[in-house]
């Protein structure tokens, strides 16, 4: 008996539309996109919950942050995702979902909303989208998602977009802005087999 593998392929992100949103690949090129990731990455409130291992400070930062997500991408490690408005175009965020395992078929996703777009559902409505590609066209069996104990916004999104609660990871993430300190997360996750919860 053969064990079932995720159909990913060496490509880059698809387009996925829906929610009023469109998804597509980051272009680690693009003077504008580098410009926009150097600005969600350092925005406050994502510094406040989020600890990169590489902190990214400049637009060389930002260009080398988006280049190896290119590669990770090729490679069949992670997919990163610009979060657009359907009408407008406008950058909205970011989602990706990362450490692929093929194996298993299991995946994480995260995500980030740029401070004028919060507010509007973008996060809930991206992660469904992204979701729905990971569970289908990806092929994944579990998608795991976790967050900053305390960011209870994170928490509200995950649950609305049906990935259940799982327990505390104790000292699973890093202190603000320190490596040598750690927090605990919560944990979620939803699988293939979970109903689709109807968009909010």
Known sequence: ???????????????LHGHGLRLRAWDPESGAQAEVWLRGVRDPDFLRWNTPLQPVTDLRGARRALRARALDAAEGRSVSF????????????????????????????????LPEARGRGVATRSLLLAARWAFGTLGTHRLELDHALGHHASCRIAE????????TLRGAVLQPERHDAFRDAHLHARLATDPEPAVP
């Open 1 to 15: 008996m053969t064990t079932p593998r995720l159909r990913f392929r060496s490509r880059p992100a698809p387009e």
């Open 82 to 113: 610009r979060v657009t408005d359907a009408d407008s175009g406008a950058t909205l965020g970011h989602i990706g979902v990362d450490r692929i395992d093929r194996v298993l078929r299991r995946a994480r996703v995260g995500y980030w909303v």
């Open 160 to 167: 609305r977009c049906g990935f259940r609660h799982e327990g």
